[in-house]
């Protein structure tokens, strides 16, 4: 599913699209975003424990 998400992203013009794990992401690479499109394979909305340490 993320790289169709990003397949879809990169079709808009002047948008760099990096797909990244989130255990690969760095701080720098979020820090470098304008956006993030986050997606988990768990269920009743609950993030990941990886997830969880991204976002903090």
């Known amino acids: 599913m ?4 990003a397949e879809g992203a990169k079709k808009v013009e002047g948008i ?3 797909l990244k794990k ?3 992401a760095a701080k720098e690479a979020v820090l470098w975003a304008h956006g993030l499109a986050v997606g988990s394979p768990s269920n009743i909305s609950v993030l990941s424990r990886k997830q969880n340490r ?3």
């Open 2 to 5: 993320a790289k169709l998400v």
């Open 16 to 18: 760099e699209v990096r």
């Open 22 to 24: 989130v255990d690969e």
């Open 54 to 56: 991204l976002k903090e």
